[in-house]
């Protein structure tokens, strides 16, 4: 299921679940699955990443040290997220 978060992919159960609104979705749609798949596995190896089981869904847990390391990574891409809404707010 992470990869084809990361790809984008259309999945009616991705849909459903509100993945689209994640902001890693469709963060690698220029590669295809398998090689996503390998960066994935890749992070897990490396210990950045794991992935952890609450409920239904998987949950994706970063270690502390790639905490520090993507928090500004992070930030400005949920800068830029809210940045593109077009909403007009009201003073």
């Known amino acids: 299921m992470l990869v084809k978060i990361l790809n984008g992919l259309r999945d009616k159960k991705l849909l459903i679940h509100g993945f ?7 963060y690698y ?3 295809k699955m398998d090689e996503i798949s390998i960066v994935v596995d890749w ?3 490396n210990k950045h ?4 089981y609450d409920g239904k869904l998987p949950m994706i847990v970063y270690y502390n040290k790639v905490c520090e390391i993507y928090k500004p990574i992070l930030a400005y891409e949920l800068i830029e997220k809210i940045l593109s809404i077009d909403i007009y707010w009201k003073i």
């Open 29 to 31: 749609s220029y590669l």
């Open 20 to 26: 689209k609104k994640c902001l890693s979705y469709g």
């Open 49 to 52: 990443i794991r992935i952890v």
């Open 43 to 45: 992070m897990m190896l």
